[in-house]
């Protein structure tokens, strides 16, 4: 008999650690929030647009009271065939909700729905704890799926819900992981009667703490570890050689420092520990300010997505760009002028409002400045897919880009400050320190990315008064992205001047 209530979300999460589950009871205060909120509203909306793929549905609302919605399936099943939404099923404790239930005459379906565009492991154990509760309840189960985004589709003017998803049937594996569902409920359950709250458990860190999801609780688990440590080692050092050298005891690093390590992570430890002076390489930087050719357009783009697409012509999960910033520097010892563009909020037609604005304010060739090749390069290509009486402008402004962020992520001009990143975020205030007009965290609505598409995308929900100060927040925020840039173009003229 299960003593714990015991739902998916929380088996599933004790699958990933069991701290969680006592972390979460009697530690909750000390969660920091690790799910992004356009990530919660891409999940919603899948939710609830999955529900109709299969026709007319019965709805089981949520309560409070899980018996009322228990009671409400109860009565459901007995009118089959149907459709139901969020049955809610208990079995000794243990509590599901199936996101789609086909209910017929000789047997059920499950249909669990995820807003992935694939399958992990974690989504297994999700569907094989409700087939469990399920068929503990003696009812006959037909058919077990897991319904993910179709990445692959293309939106055309109506939104087509099956295609957009994609159907796996995955019943075997769930019945098979049913003996394993019944030993992890044992286990759960004997583990919080063995810790209550003065009798914290010692389960250590490990890789688990970042796979499937990153855990809300890492700060809190890491507390007593030096600072910095191996996990504040940046630029690409993978998780498991992090923990190797965790469980080998080489966690500051004062531990690190002679390690068999990377060269680039040697270094971040060695200006940390050593307060080393810069590492400047003036022909690399001598080499990309040669190749610049006035005028100068310094850009940079926010973005947003969605798992449903909204747009023709797009794909889910497509990024959308809505906004840009524009620095220009049309002659040597030219003033700097700013241009800019923010999508109207209920324009359908804004990637390519956005085009025509970025390709008018560029339109005599010169020197393309972004910070990270990877990121507009992609986005103009999907523009220029989408429309492609705009191409050869596209391919124009492609071909004059040159990348700010090579000299940073080459390590060729490296700081203290930059704590082995080289985000412009790390970067900037590392290059001009105590300025606050170079603050993200002055700025007064939008402090990085993520929040620029959330605020982009809560537009609609909010009064004229609430949009216009959004709007400006946004503007302030991706005019100094672009600004940066141009302050970081400046740093490197100083340095050319200063070795002349």
């Known amino acids: 008999m299960s003593k714990i209530n015991l739902s ?24 920091i929030q690790t799910v992004k909120e356009s990530v919660l509203e891409n999940g919603k909306r899948v939710g609830e647009l999955a529900k109709g793929l299969f026709g007319k549905y019965e709805n089981v609302e949520f309560n409070e009271d899980l018996n009322v919605m228990i009671d409400k399936t109860q009565q459901l099943l007995k009118d089959k065939p149907n ?39 974690i989504y297994l154990d999700d569907v094989a704890y409700q087939t469990y509760i399920l068929s503990k309840l003696g009812l006959k189960i037909k058919k077990v799926c897991i319904v993910y985004i179709n990445n692959k589709y293309v939106r055309g003017k109506e939104l087509e819900i099956n295609r ?43 890789l688990h703490c970042s796979k499937p999801y990153d ?28 923990f190797e050298k965790y469980y080998e005891g080489k966690i500051s690093f004062e531990d690190l420092q002679h390690e068999n390590l990377n060269p680039k992570y040697l270094e971040q430890i060695d200006f940390e520990l050593h307060n080393l002076e810069p590492k400047i390489d003036k022909d690399t930087i001598s080499g990309i300010m040669d190749s610049l050719k006035y005028p100068l357009y310094f850009i ?37 002028e700013h241009r800019e563009f923010l999508a109207e909020v209920n324009d359908k037609n804004f990637i390519r409002h956005f085009a025509e604005s ?61 704590h082995g990143s080289a985000s412009i975020k790390s970067v900037l205030p590392a290059l001009y320190p105590d300025d606050p007009e170079l603050d993200y965290h002055e700025l007064p609505v939008v402090h990085n990315g993520e929040e620029a598409s959330d605020a982009f995308l809560s537009l609609k929900e909010k009064s004229k008064e609430e949009q216009e100060k959004i709007r400006n927040g946004l503007l302030v925020y991706c005019k100094l992205d672009t600004f940066a840039m141009v302050k970081i173009w400046m740093r490197f003229n100083e340095i050319l001047e200063k070795y002349k």
């Open 8 to 31: 998916k979300s929380k088996y599933c999460k004790c699958v990933q650690c069991k701290k969680i589950l006592w972390l979460n009871k009697y530690k909750h205060e000390m969660a």
């Open 300 to 336: 940079d783009y926010e973005t947003y997505q969605l798992a449903v697409p909204e747009i023709e012509g797009t794909k889910p999960y497509q990024q959308l760009p809505f906004q840009y910033s524009l620095h220009i520097i049309k002659e040597k010892d030219g003033p700097i």
């Open 164 to 206: 957009l998803f994609n159907i796996e049937d995955v019943t075997e594996i769930a019945i098979s992981k049913q003996d394993e569902i019944e030993k992890n409920i044992e286990v759960i359950n004997k583990y919080m009667e063995e810790h209550n709250e003065d009798n914290e458990p010692s389960d250590d860190i490990g």
């Open 215 to 242: 855990c809300e609780f890492w700060n809190y688990c890491t507390k007593e570890l030096p600072k910095p440590n191996v996990f504040d080692i940046a630029g690409g050092m993978r998780k498991n050689k992090k």
């Open 358 to 418: 970025m390709i008018k304010n560029m339109a005599e060739n010169g020197s393309v400045i972004i910070y990270n090749k990877s990121f507009e390069p992609a986005r103009n290509n999907e523009i220029a897919a989408m429309y492609p009486d705009l191409k050869d402008e596209i391919d124009r402004i492609n071909r004059n880009m040159v990348d700010f962020l090579e000299p940073f992520k080459q390590r060729k001009y490296y700081t203290k400050e930059m």
């Open 83 to 121: 459709i139901i939404a969020e049955g809610s099923f208990e079995y000794c404790n243990n509590f599901c909700r199936v996101d789609i239930l086909k209910n017929d005459i000789n047997g059920i379906e499950i249909y669990e729905v995820k807003s992935s565009t694939e399958i992990h492991d």
